[in-house]
């Protein structure tokens, strides 16, 4: 996905460049929700959910969404491609 981001140069003025964003498909490790990020290494679809995966492992608990099981090819699948990615 192209973006464009304009920033102030400090003698040149304003600029604009197009930048390309990679977009990650990510399970969350609190609900097995599947989401978008921009981040590779995010684990939560919301704040809320890393919020509880924050506390779940400062109480020693790991995620509790069951990652084997959500990440199997055929789960998988089925999420990429609600997301179109198949
Ligand atoms: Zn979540």
Do not use: H
Not at 25 to 50: F, H, Q, V
Not at 68 to 81: G, S
Request: glycine fraction near 6%.
């Amino acid at each position: 996905m192209n973006q464009e981001r304009s920033y102030n140069q400090t003698l040149g003025g304003m600029k604009t460049k197009t930048i390309n964003r990679t977009k990650y498909l990510n399970i969350c490790w609190m609900c097995g929700k599947p989401y978008e990020s921009y981040k590779y290494d995010t684990y939560a679809c919301s704040p809320r959910c890393a919020q509880n995966i924050l506390y779940a492992r400062k109480q020693g608990f790991n995620p509790p969404a069951k990652m084997e099981q959500l990440t199997k090819e055929k789960n998988v699948k089925d999420v990429k491609e609600r997301f179109g990615y198949v």
